[in-house]
């Protein structure tokens, strides 16, 4: 089975072609939309849509291409339906389902947040139930997957995301855009002792996230030293940034661990997935929290971590083989909770 994954939901545009027999990943093309955006220190939603607009023909070609098929080819198509910026979610649902109606294809929508949930059954037999550990610019969630389409949250941020976190952080010390990388780049001379700042929720109960505050406390940081930031205060502040991220996702996903423990004793991996993801000290640290706990730790590589099509197109073939498909009057959501039963989250920076 071949199956082409559209994704569009954010800032870079994305088609990949995969199988159900290996190798897996026939293609996997991403045009990143970084320099269209950089001047504006972040995403711009009009921007990414017609971005979007302009790229996916040819990347989609690309995908085609280098998988060595035509549109004759596939057995389906699948396109992130949502949660995301609409207008790019609506570029690229739209295009799957042309594609779909002309060629006669079962059309599938996925939710962005399960093409990173299941990304890491494309690269290790991972099986049901796990823990994952969702971290992205938008999202920051902890969550057990019980199978396709079946998930359980046991925490979510109630502000800010992790990676929304790192892009702030990037622009208050003047490392640019994205942060994440500017970030864990600059920290790596940094000695983040020598600029303390608060580990957001360590030692509560539960598995909930926050991160607003730590901005604020971050730009008060970097008020107090008036003037320019010297080289040495920024990587000071970028390590403490990054190791008050770490701290606290960590905290957060051992209680999760508990939870998931009592939930299923027979549980065997913690995966982590989304652009966060691709944080070495994050990886090093749960890793290390997973070994403790006697679970298998699963990371996707670099490449799957942040937003791209294969991760689409994979999930697409899961559900697939699971009996679900979607109709062409399918709409695009701009939020689409894994968990539709979890307690809403209102806060200011919550997308999902």
């Given at each position: 089975m071949l199956v082409l994954g559209i994704e569009t939901s954010c800032d870079e545009t994305a088609a990949a072609v995969v199988s159900d027999a290996a190798p897996y990943i026939c293609s996997n093309v991403v045009f990143s939309q970084i320099a269209e955006h950089r001047p504006y220190g972040g995403i711009v939603p009009e921007v990414a849509a017609r971005a979007h607009l302009t790229?996916?023909?040819?990347?989609?070609?690309?995908?085609?291409?280098?998988?060595?098929?035509?549109?004759?080819?596939?057995?389906?198509?699948?396109?992130?339906?949502?949660?995301?910026?609409?207008?790019?979610?609506?570029?690229?649902?739209?295009e799957a389902k042309a594609i779909a109606l002309a060629?006669?294809?079962?059309?599938?929508?996925?939710?962005?947040?399960?093409?990173?949930?299941?990304?890491?059954?494309?690269?290790?037999?991972?099986?049901?139930?796990?823990?994952?550990?969702?971290?992205?610019?938008?999202?920051?969630?902890?969550?057990?997957v019980e199978g396709i389409g079946r998930y359980r949250?046991?925490?979510?941020?109630?502000?800010?995301?992790?990676?929304?976190?790192?892009?702030?952080?990037?622009?208050l010390l003047g490392l640019g855009y994205p942060g994440g990388p500017a970030i864990e780049r600059a920290a790596t001379s940094g000695v983040a002792k020598r600029a303390p700042l608060p580990r957001p929720m360590v030692g509560?109960?539960?598995?909930?996230?926050?991160?607003?505050?730590?901005?604020?406390?971050?730009?008060?940081?970097?008020?107090?030293?008036?003037?320019?930031?010297?080289?040495?205060?920024?990587?000071?502040?970028?390590a403490s940034l990054q190791d008050s991220i770490v701290a606290s996702l960590a905290?957060?996903?051992?209680?999760?661990?508990?939870l998931f423990r009592e939930r299923h004793p027979d549980g065997k991996?913690?995966?982590?997935?989304?652009?966060?993801?691709?944080?070495?000290?994050?990886?090093?640290?749960?890793?290390?929290?997973?070994?403790?706990?006697?679970l298998d730790f699963v990371a996707p590589p670099l490449s799957l971590c942040t937003?791209?099509?294969?991760?689409?197109?994979?999930?697409?073939?899961?559900?697939?083989?699971a009996g679900l498909a979607d109709a062409l009057d399918f709409a695009p959501r701009p939020r689409w909770p894994l968990d539709p039963n979890a307690v809403p989250v209102r806060g200011a920076g919550v997308k999902a």
């Open positions: 790229h996916l023909d040819p990347v989609i070609e690309r995908a085609l291409a280098e998988a060595g098929i035509g549109f004759n080819d596939l057995d389906a198509v699948a396109a992130t339906g949502g949660p995301g910026l609409i207008g790019g979610v609506i570029v690229g649902v739209t060629r006669g294809l079962p059309f599938v929508a996925v939710n962005h947040l399960e093409g990173h949930a299941l990304s890491a059954r494309l690269v290790a037999p991972v099986e049901f139930p796990f823990l994952l550990l969702l971290v992205s610019g938008g999202h920051c969630q902890l969550q057990i949250r046991l925490g979510t941020t109630i502000d800010d995301a992790a990676g929304e976190a790192f892009d702030k952080g990037a622009k509560r109960e539960g598995c909930d996230f926050s991160f607003s505050g730590l901005k604020t406390a971050l730009r008060l940081a970097v008020e107090k030293r008036a003037g320019a930031l010297s080289a040495a205060d920024q990587a000071d502040l970028a905290d957060r996903t051992a209680n999760a661990i508990a991996t913690l995966v982590v997935a989304g652009g966060v993801a691709a944080n070495t000290a994050l990886r090093r640290r749960l890793t290390e929290l997973a070994a403790k706990a006697g937003d791209n099509g294969a991760m689409i197109a994979w999930a697409g073939l899961e559900r697939l083989k």
